[in-house]
């Protein structure tokens, strides 16, 4: 059985104006797959006053069919998501396009 490994590189603009709430992030499965992340790691630089975050993660499917997943970042106050990319397990890059979540609920609906 091979592990499906999918790599997520998420652009973030943060200001340090103030403090929010932590929340943690999740990831589902539709169809029910062991999914667990694998790697983490954040590049930060400072841009006029504003921290940029560059941060990739990478997801593993141990189980034994594809399925889809949903991950859900929560940011803090603040900060902003200005890109996304996605590499499948087989090493190919695609741009995601970032929406709000009820437009992207409808779109959804639509292709599928």
Sequence with gaps: ?????LTVTLTLLLTLARPGRAAGDWLRAT????LSEVAHAVDVHLRDGVAVLKVRRSFAN?????DEASLRINLPYGAAATGLR???????WYDGELMEAGRAA??????T
Excluded: D, F, N, V
């Design 31 to 34: 169809l029910g797959q062991p």
């Design 1 to 5: 059985m091979t592990t499906a490994r």
């Design 86 to 92: 996605i590499r499948s397990a087989s090493g190919r």
């Design 106 to 111: 409808e779109l959804y609906r639509e292709l």
């Design 62 to 66: 141990p189980g034994g069919r594809h």
